[in-house]
């Protein structure tokens, strides 16, 4: 019966062990996927490839400058549509110029 | 006796306690509402100046919001216009820099030629893409500013109707106390009732206020496709003088 009793424990520390490995694995696997990631496209520096000198190092520039122009552009938008709303909490507080059950 | 003495003190406590809790509870109104026509009637031109001076200021902040929402507004296309510029500028050096190497690349008159016309052709498209750009941005500052002017006219329009309402009722208030000075509560409601139709009518209103994010965002959007457009000319030019290049230069126009 004691024997049983020891083989079992035995057991349980195995596959404790064989868990442990297991989630090893999936971790260091996880690391390396995160770690080897390809950079974000999103990122439009102005550089250029290409051979200089070239038609293509040529339209890879003109094509960058209108990128980083249009960019200009569109991070703004945010900030002016915060301004565009800006006068909003001036405007409803006139509504609040009386309290009429106070009178 | 000194159960009872405990009752009626119990008693006592407990009923100073309700009637303390009456009077905490019991609403400002109806302190409003028992007060003497005449009371009311009295108070009524100094309520009347109070509220005028509070409206008043009130709208003096939104022309001052306004004034500093148009000095926002400007930076943020000055911000804009000062990237572009500088964008350029590098962008037309280091064009620069790509048409001197590919000069050089040009032995023979016909090769000479034809990357003279193309460096032509790339800055005429270059300037045109540029131009459209312009335009577009153009576009979006009209868009917003016309919109701007719309919504403040309406606002404007709104808080004069608050106001001459507000007014309104005050003085038809003052006339009626001066006429009937014991009518107070019954000229109060009316103008309680005035008061706050002005009042919610004007915050009703409000509710527009947000659309103009929506404005911008349109704005944006054809924005975008102005310059998506824009694009699409500019590669088909380019596209056109790339060819005409390598065609001069025949079986050495890998190395250009």
């Known amino acids: 019966m004691q024997r049983i009793k020891d083989k079992s424990a035995g057991m349980a520390l195995v596959e ?34 290409a051979q200089p000198g070239t038609t293509a190092s040529i339209d890879q520039l003109t094509q960058n400058d209108a990128q980083t122009e249009q960019q200009a552009s569109t991070k703004a938008d ?26 | 006796m000194s159960r009872l003495f405990k009752a009626v003190r119990t008693s006592t406590l407990i009923g100073s306690s309700f009637a303390l809790a009456t009077l905490a509870i019991a609403p400002m109104n109806s302190w409003a509402l028992t ?36 000095q926002k507004i400007t930076a943020d296309e000055q911000k804009v216009d000062q990237e572009v510029t500088a964008d350029r500028q590098a962008a037309d050096t280091k064009r620069d820099n790509e048409f001197t190497q590919l000069k050089a690349k040009a032995t023979t008159d016909a090769e000479k030629q034809a990357v003279t016309t ?25 868009g917003l500013q016309n919109a701007i002017t719309a919504r403040r006219d309406t606002i404007g329009s709104q808080i004069s109707t608050f106001q001459g309402t507000a007014n309104a009722a005050l003085s038809t208030a ?37 659309k103009l994010g929506g404005t911008v965002q349109q704005l944006a959007a054809t924005r975008t496709a102005a310059f998506k457009a824009a694009d699409q000319a500019f590669q088909t ?19 250009i």
């Open chain 1, 16 to 49: 404790a062990a064989v868990a442990v490995l297991v989630l090893g694995v999936i971790v260091a696997g996880s690391m390396y996927v995160i770690n080897h990631r390809p950079a974000s496209s999103s990122s439009t520096t102005n550089t250029v490839t």
């Open chain 1, 78 to 103: 945010a900030q002016v549509q915060q301004d565009a709303l800006s006068a909003n909490s001036a405007t409803s507080n006139v509504g609040g110029a009386y309290n009429e059950s106070t009178l």
């Open chain 2, 35 to 70: 007060t003497t026509g005449s009371a009311f009637c009295t108070n009524l031109p100094n309520r009347a100046a109070t509220i005028n001076n509070q409206l008043s200021t009130l709208i003096d902040k939104v022309h001052s919001a306004w004034a500093t929402q148009d």
């Open chain 2, 118 to 142: 193309y460096i032509t052709a790339v800055n005429n498209a270059v300037s045109t893409r540029r131009s459209a750009y312009d335009s577009a941005r153009q576009t979006f500052r009209t």
């Open chain 2, 174 to 210: 003052e006339t009626a106390c001066t006429s009937n000075p014991a009518n107070g509560p019954t000229i109060r409601a009316t103008l309680v009732a005035s008061l706050k139709s002005a009042r919610t009518t004007f915050q009703g209103d409000r509710q527009a206020d947000g």
């Open chain 2, 237 to 255: 030019s380019m596209s056109a003088a790339r060819a005409a290049l390598k065609q001069a230069f025949g079986s050495t126009s890998a190395s």
